[in-house]
């Protein structure tokens, strides 16, 4: 029983984080992705969708630094380049 509760909380922290990264981008299709898997209750399958969540985690983590990256560049090193 202490491996489903450390699980549930870990599901539920990687949602909360997904959903705050990806509330611009795919809020419904989040939640349905969630939905889809509640009924999961093999341990080692919720270790799997665990690391996966935490895969596309990174993967936004890396576009929005990406997108701030642009944003600095675009506002200190305007293109004045000649043609």
Excluded: C, Q, W
Excluded at 15 to 31: A, C, E, I, V, W
Excluded at 50 to 61: N, P
Aim: hydrophobic content about 35%; cysteine-free; aromatic content about 14%.
């Amino acid at each position: 029983m202490k491996m489903a509760n450390s699980s549930r909380g870990e599901v539920l922290n990687l949602y909360k984080n997904l959903l705050f990264l990806g509330r611009d981008y795919f809020k419904r299709r989040l939640k349905n992705v969630f939905l889809k898997n509640k009924d999961v209750k093999d341990p080692e399958k919720i270790k799997e969708l665990i690391k996966r969540g935490e895969f596309v985690m990174k993967e936004l983590e890396a576009l929005y630094f990406l997108r701030k990256y642009r944003a600095m560049k675009h506002r200190y090193y305007s293109d004045t380049r000649a043609n």
